[in-house]
């Protein structure tokens, strides 16, 4: 398996956000996780690149338990788009170089000048290379932190919300551009998400949270009008269009 | 994961070549504006005479002592104090990832004021003398200079604790330096109620920053500290790219965000507690060499840091030597002229506006 997570646990001061979280992610898979505001989608992506360290349980990459590694080896493993990326006046060619940091000493070698030029074209954000990343719009923007994730070479992508900000064209862009990427390279992608409807047409794999547990994980078959009306508290049908599951609330 | 190697393009190494040039062109004025600094004055001292007492000879020996034991090291110590407060506002704006932060705004050269003044209380006033124009002598300086170094980094060491009870954020590092700075000019000015008429023209006069104070020994502590400072500072500059692209980004890059910011507010702060503790307090160098440099060359630390330093050094060289010469025979502290230019110069910034 590309990631286990087992029995993560994990509290803010006294107050309990993910209790005995458990899955596993195979490579190439899109995964969703969903839940209503405050459930610890975004507390659990934290914990899964030790940005927030489980109060029990392991994080294992490749088998390996990510918690007994220092910051800069888990970040050569895991690569973690923010929900919000700030913009400061440096190049897209410079911001997506900053992905090289968990790989580099002293200096940006050739080989990490080479790979930060792939990623910039596997996005198609060539024409914008050397514009200052202030004048990007929302949808460029995210593209230069998936782009940045990339070159980190991660065996992982952890995004959150993703498609938060974003228009109607690039939320699609951006999520294609995600199973893109995880079709064509050996790496999983694993993000929260809000829209459940885009949510089903791009992903594998959905994980449920309730109650900072697990409430149902499974493929889009398995997704049920039952599981989002208990989950978001509101009573949902799901229609199919064009062979895509829709997802229409009743309320 | 692997991708596919691809070539550079030409467009970004002329791009990075733009910013090196920029970077040694800097360089190559301020050794330019240097041997400027050194010849004019007072008496001016023609350039062959002058470039003839660098190689040693005789035909300079008239020159030597306003040379080497007067305008050498007062050139010398603007270039490394200018290029360490342009370092430390460099560092705390990006740390803080706030455009204001700066050795001043931050509340460090307050407390060093202050620290100043309550060694002139207690060890009193000297007798009346300076460089250059009749004004004040301090008693004790090295007394005084140990006093305001204490208090300085005792302010960081308090923004930091606070910073550690609540969690390392800019918000907090910058609202605790404000009320910091608040209170150290409270204690400052309560000092100076009660200080009789020498005292309070020592405390004032502590304040004028001028980098005339320091001799040779004084140059060479601020040239080390600057030196472990800049090597420290640039040897973080990608940990300060990622900081600039967001907290949560920069802890997913592996960059552990509270520990660089709090050692990296360390060490501007130590620079600046050096500087202030010896020549005084010198306004606006600190704040606006890094928006310069922004505006120039953009926000990427590997030519910021170095950019500002050359910038910052350039920029209070210039500074003093037009401050020697613009009421000639009377020496202005090179502070005052800094405060004139740094307003303006700064509100023009805003204006121009730019992303950040």
């Known amino acids: 398996m590309m990631l286990t997570v087992d029995n993560v646990s994990f509290r803010y001061k006294s107050k309990p956000v993910l209790d005995s979280v458990a899955f596993e992610v195979a490579a190439h898979q899109v995964v969703s996780i969903l839940g209503p505001n405050g459930v610890g989608k975004t507390t659990l992506l934290r914990c899964m690149n030790a940005i927030l360290r489980p109060e029990t349980g392991s994080i294992r990459v490749r088998n390996e338990n990510i918690l007994n590694l220092d910051s800069m080896e888990i970040a050569r493993k895991l690569g973690y788009v923010a929900q919000t990326a700030e913009a400061a006046r440096t190049t897209v060619f410079d911001a997506v170089l900053l992905g090289r940091r968990p790989h580099m000493t002293w200096r940006a070698s050739k080989h990490d000048l080479k790979l930060t030029n792939a990623a910039i074209e596997r996005l198609a954000l060539g024409d914008l290379s050397l514009r200052y990343v202030t004048e990007l719009s929302g949808g460029e923007l995210q593209k230069v932190s998936i782009a940045r994730a990339l070159v980190q070479e991660p065996s992982i992508l952890l995004l959150d919300e993703p498609t938060s900000s974003l228009d109607l064209k690039n939320q699609i862009e951006i999520l294609k551009t995600v199973r893109q990427v995880a079709a064509t390279h050996e790496v999983a992608a694993i993000m929260t998400m809000h829209n459940l409807n885009m949510a089903l047409r791009y992903s594998d794999l959905f994980i449920f949270l309730k109650g900072g547990r697990i409430y149902s994980a499974g493929s889009p078959e398995t997704v049920t009008p039952e599981i989002i009306e208990a989950v978001y508290g509101v009573p949902v049908d799901i229609v199919r269009h064009r062979d895509a599951p829709m997802v229409v609330p009743l309320a | ?356």
């Open chain 2, 1 to 356: 994961m692997h991708l596919t190697h691809t070539e550079v393009p030409e467009e970004y190494r002329a791009h990075i070549g733009r910013k090196t040039s920029f970077v040694i062109g800097s360089l190559v004025v301020l050794g330019l504006t240097l041997i400027g600094a050194v010849s004019v004055g007072a008496v001016r001292i023609p350039l062959p005479e002058l470039l003839a007492s660098f190689w040693n000879q005789a035909s300079a020996d008239k020159w030597r002592i306003i040379i080497w034991h007067i305008r050498m090291p007062q050139a010398l110590t603007a270039i490394v104090s200018g290029a360490g407060l342009a370092a430390a506002g460099a560092m705390m704006q990006s740390i803080l990832r706030n455009p204001l932060g700066s050795p001043f705004t931050l509340g460090i050269s307050h407390a060093a004021a202050f620290g100043a003044a309550l060694c002139v209380m207690i060890m009193g006033p000297g007798t009346v003398q300076n460089t250059g124009s009749a004004a004040l002598r301090i008693l004790s300086p090295y007394a005084v200079t140990l006093s305001a170094f204490i208090f300085s980094l005792a302010a960081t060491f308090i923004i930091i604790a606070i910073s550690r009870v609540r969690r390392a954020s800019p918000e907090v590092l910058v609202l605790a330096g404000v009320a910091l700075g608040s209170l150290f000019t409270a204690g400052t000015m309560f000092l100076q109620y009660f200080a009789d008429d020498v005292e309070l023209a020592a405390m004032v006069f502590w304040t004028f920053g001028d980098v005339a104070r320091a001799s040779w020994r004084e140059l060479l502590i601020i040239a080390a500290v600057l030196a472990v400072v800049a090597v420290y500072g640039f040897y973080n500059r990608w940990n300060y790219n990622a900081i600039d692209a967001g907290d949560e980004t920069a802890r997913g890059l592996g960059v552990r965000v509270e520990r660089v910011r709090l050692a990296g507010m360390l060490a501007a702060s130590l620079i600046t507690a050096v500087v202030v503790a010896f020549l005084g307090i010198i306004g606006f160098v600190g704040l606006v060499c890094p928006h310069m440099v922004r505006r120039l060359i953009g926000d990427d630390h590997r030519f910021l840091l170095p950019g500002t330093c050359i910038i910052g050094a350039l920029l209070l060289l210039a500074a003093d030597t037009a401050a020697r010469l613009v009421l000639a025979p009377h020496i202005l502290p090179v502070s005052i002229l800094t405060s004139f230019l740094g307003a303006p110069v700064f509100i023009y910034l805003i204006i121009r506006g730019y992303g950040r």
